[in-house]
Structures are given as C-alpha cells and as structure tokens.
C-alpha cells in the first residue's frame, strides 16, 4: 500500500483513527468463517463423490463452486487474520491489504475454474450421459440446506461489514443454484432429458461468472488504490471545505487499506492557522461516521504559498 507522499510542507499536521466494530464482532467473524469452512468443506467432498457416481456434470460443476466458496472462506479468514497484525517500521499500514489480495486471487481462481466446467459442459451437450437423477436431487437439495446454513451464519450484522455481507449474498446464491440443480434432477426424471444436466451446469456457470466479475473488477480497482466505489472523493472534499475555518482542500487522497477499511490524507487551508488537535479529531471522527474512513491525515496550512500536488503530474 502507497503511503501517503510528504510534500516537504512545513506546516502542522495530524492523523486520527476511528474504529466502528465492537469489541466482539471480531471473534464473531472468525467464528463464522470457521463453521462455514467445516460444512461446506464437508459438503464439497459429499457432492464429488456423488456428483461423479451419478455422472452428473451439474453435481459436479456446483462441487467446484462450493470448493471456490470454501477456498474464498479460507483465504478471506487468514487474511482477516492477517489484517489484525500490528503496523510495524517495514509495513506501516500493517497487513490490511492482504484482504484486498485474497478476493483478487479468488477471483482468478474461479475463472480458471469456469473454463474447465464449460469445456466439460460442452462435450457433454454433444454426447449426453446417462445421469442419477434421484442422486442429483438429494444431493443438490443437501447444498441448499448446507449453503442456506452457511448463509444464515454471516446474517447477523452483515449490513454493517462488507466482508461479511459479500460472505451473506455469495452464500445466499449457492443455495439457490443447488436449488436450481435439484429442480434440473426432478425434470430429468420426469422426462429422460440427459442434456439438461449440463445445461444446468453452464447456468450455474454463468451465476459463478456474473459475481466474480464484479470481485475482480472490484479487487483490481481496490489493488490499484481507487476511491472505494461506495464513496466520492468529490463528496469528501465538499465536506472538508464546509468545515469552519477551512478556506480550500487540495492534496486529497482516498484509497482502501482493506476490503473494509478507508483511509485519507488531505491538506486544508486554514487562513486562522492551527484550530487544535480536539478539532481536528473531532473531524477525524466525522469523517468516520459520515463516510466510513477510519484512518485520517489532515495537515494544515495557511495557505500563504500554493502548493501543487506532485501526483498530479505525471512522473
């Protein structure tokens, strides 16, 4: 993570932290990604064994989304972990981007993945197999029981953390495409159409592709220290220049310390000179709770010179 840049300005300057989680949403968290590693890890192997007893390509292309989820799982908790190190002299933001590079090795990942299922897809639409579709049924409905199960663990408090809420939906939708296979096991029954099971699993494909374009695309934008796309920098900065005192804002940068965590460095004219450090906390906090960036430098001046930002230039 870049850190922020020093323009050699020998003015004041100050930085303040804000944390909104509780002190046991943590532990909670951990919690979570541990039981939902355990049962879908479990269900995975289940589904395999099954999936290709009943040579159904729908069984096993759902098997290959559920162990991306387990994958995901376990990288987005060892990240997690890995973001609560302490910021030491060679990494001064700590590890919170570890975060950031989990969903983007998530994502590749699961694109490697769609590749091989809609090849086996494909060739299986050319030459249909006979498929266990009672097999198919029992198992998929077993998923939507697994995977609902899971969802329901990262529920509680999922509106207030990204991470946890991409956990919630992503969860949410792999119930729904088991439940999508299931029905796809009762008409093969019912009707004796083979090519519906890898039809089905080229739809659950597409779900598969439709969410990790939005993860990479997001990751990417968020490794390249983007503005975090719930927020504006240009929102940030009219805030900035309402406060009392502050005559202009330039400088102002806004980049993602974690998947879940905003920081901030920003120059504010004050003509008045220095307003104290409770003021500038107190806008640290309000930063915070208006726009969710914990970490906030400001640095004050009295704008008796211009300063141009070197970044806006090219090198």
């Keep these: 993570m870049t850190p922020p840049h020093d323009h050699g300005h020998g003015h004041d300057h100050h930085h303040a932290h804000a944390h909104a989680h509780g002190p046991g949403a943590v532990p909670d968290r951990q919690r979570a990604f541990a039981w939902g590693i355990v049962l879908n890890g479990s269900f995975v192997a289940l589904e395999l064994a099954f999936g290709f007893a009943a040579q ?27 973001a609560r190190r302490a910021a030491n002299p060679r990494f001064t933001y700590g590890l919170r981007s570890s975060t950031i590079l989990a969903a983007l090795a998530n994502a590749v990942l699961l694109l490697l993945a769609c590749g091989g299922l809609v090849l086996e897809a494909v060739q ?50 792999d119930a729904l495409v088991s439940l ?14 083979t090519w519906l099971d890898p039809a089905v699993s080229l739809l659950v494909v597409a779900v598969v592709l439709g969410a990790t374009w939005r993860l990479l695309r997001d990751s990417a934008l968020l490794s390249l220290h983007a503005v975090p796309a719930h927020l504006a920098s240009a929102s940030i900065e009219a805030f900035l ?20 965590e905003v920081a901030l460095t920003a120059h504010l004219v004050m003509p008045d000179g220095h307003p104290g ?36 230039t090219p090198p």
Excluded: K, Y
Aim: proline share 2%; glycine share 10%; aromatic share 6%.
């Design 180 to 193: 999508g296979v299931a029905l796809a096991g009762f008409a093969m029954l019912r009707t004796g159409w």
């Design 56 to 82: 159904s390509t729908a069984l096993v292309a759902d098997a290959v989304h559920n162990l991306s989820d387990v994958a995901a799982l376990a990288l987005a908790w060892f990240a997690a972990w890995l």
């Design 241 to 260: 220049a309402a406060q009392p005192g502050v005559a202009g804002v330039h400088d102002l940068h806004v980049w993602a310390l974690s998947t879940t």
């Design 124 to 173: 299986r639409l050319l030459a249909p197999a006979p498929v266990a579709g009672g097999v198919v049924i029992a198992v998929a409905l077993a998923g939507v029981v697994v995977n609902g199960g899971t969802a329901l663990l990262f529920h509680h408090g999922h509106q207030h953390d990204l991470n946890q809420r991409g956990a919630f939906l992503h969860m949410l939708t």
């Design 277 to 312: 450090d409770d003021w500038l906390d107190a806008l640290a906090l309000a930063l915070a709770h208006e726009h969710g960036i914990q970490h906030a430098t400001l640095q004050v001046e009295t704008g008796q010179r211009g300063h141009a930002c070197r970044l806006a």
